[in-house]
């Protein structure tokens, strides 16, 4: 069995930015234990999958060690692999995944992706927080993930966590905000650890929680973020009711072919 592999490197305008993502291309399912052993393979924070459904796809998601509810950037890879380099054409996709469905549209500054909001509320932070990321733990918030949230983006930048540690929480991972500098409106970084992924080069759905969050507290919808990982990556952000359209470029990176003993 062959099947076709591109990896794009996702919310990036040029390749070795951004967070890179496999995107393999089906004409039906692949046994669960396959598509998670691809993912193995690839070792990166995500590989996608989508196979045609109706009049869009249905696309499911692999981090090296399990599937995940949603994700931003290898959702963007997709989308942009079906309208740059597959032919798709119309002007908008539409997803059905596990967080229902996902529509992206394209547009003269990039993609957009229209995403449920993530919902928060305060949380006393468990101990095991502030001990993997090594900093006092003030303002802490519980969802699918985490959310930490810090007084200057140079504390974000520097951090240093301790990832076995942040790999026993109860939560998929955590991201660590601040109000942004140099431009931007906030910044971020995102570890998943108990997920397979030590840090996240550029996570959309992460995005689901702070877009709701730093909309609130700045008083304004439209907000740019960039995410402070080594790779690093611009988000654009706005808040419409219950759903958050986050907008990005990509670049390809790789095509390739899967070679699988059938």
């Known amino acids: 069995m062959k099947l076709s592999l591109y990896q794009i490197d996702a919310f990036s305008d040029r390749v070795f930015g951004g967070n890179p993502a496999a995107i393999v291309p089906l004409a039906h399912w692949l046994d669960d234990a396959v598509m998670q052993a691809i993912a ?3 070792n990166l924070a995500e590989t996608a999958f989508y196979v045609p459904e ?3 796809f249905a696309l499911r998601w692999f981090t090296p060690t399990c599937e995940v509810d949603l994700c931003g950037h290898a959702t963007l890879a997709a989308a942009w692999l079906l309208f740059f380099e597959r032919g798709y054409q119309g002007e908008v996709v539409n997803f059905t995944t596990r967080s229902g469905v996902l529509a992206v549209s394209r547009h003269a500054d990039g993609l957009q992706m229209d995403f449920p909001v993530l919902s928060t509320e305060p949380c006393d932070p468990p101990d095991l ?3 993997g990321l090594g900093i006092p ?10 959310m930490v949230v810090v007084a200057d983006a140079a504390v974000v930048a520097g951090l240093a966590p301790d990832f076995p540690v942040l790999a026993k929480l109860d939560r998929r991972g955590v991201v660590v905000t601040a109000p942004g500098e140099d431009g931007v409106d906030f910044v971020s970084r ?3 650890p108990g997920a ?8 959309g759905s992460a995005h689901c929680m702070l877009t709701p969050y730093w909309a609130k507290h700045l008083g304004r919808t439209h907000l740019s973020a960039r995410q402070l990982s080594p790779r690093g990556g611009e988000i654009g952000c706005e808040l419409r009711g219950e759903r958050v359209v986050l907008a990005g470029r990509a670049a390809l990176y790789l095509r390739g072919e899967i070679h699988i003993d059938d």
């Open 129 to 131: 927080l502030a001990r």
């Open 54 to 56: 109706g009049d869009g």
């Open 40 to 42: 193995a393979e690839n």
């Open 196 to 203: 397979g992924i030590d840090e996240d080069p550029v996570t």
């Open 190 to 192: 995102f570890f998943a």
């Open 137 to 146: 733990v003030e303002e802490c918030y519980r969802g699918m993930d985490y």
